[in-house]
């Protein structure tokens, strides 16, 4: 079970971080993504953490989100900076088992429920 948590409404250039806590899955043998879904749009990959820390962007946030995980809590962290109107959807984590990376929903077996963040002056 995946919860995630830590959205809000934000002005343009502001921060939030994202939490996504596992339960019942080990940490350790999953890689864990960050999609997210605009009002009427599909549902896009953003980010990715690898079993072995290794990290993958999006073009569109490259440089401004940070996606990191704390094996000993079970959970992945999600750090927007310098947030954008555009940043605006839910944003949803999963977790895929093996631990390699991947953009493609279909290769996530679990996933949460999602957490609104709302960038808007």
């Known amino acids: 079970q995946l919860q995630a948590s830590g959205g809000g409404l934000v002005p343009p250039g502001d921060s939030l971080r994202l939490s996504c806590a596992l339960s019942g899955v080990n940490l350790d043998y999953y890689a864990i993504a960050w999609f997210r879904q605009a009002p009427g749009k599909e549902r896009d990959w953003v980010s990715c953490i690898t079993s072995a820390d290794t990290t993958y962007y999006a073009d569109s946030v490259k440089g401004r989100f940070t996606i990191s995980r704390v094996n000993a809590k079970n959970t992945v962290y999600l750090l927007m900076n310098n947030l954008k109107p555009e940043d605006t959807a839910d944003y949803f984590c999963?977790?895929?088992?093996?631990?390699?990376?991947?953009?493609?929903?279909?290769?996530?077996?679990?996933w949460g429920p999602g957490t609104q963040v709302t960038v808007s002056s």
């Open positions: 999963a977790a895929r088992s093996g631990g390699s990376w991947s953009n493609a929903r279909y290769d996530y077996e679990y």
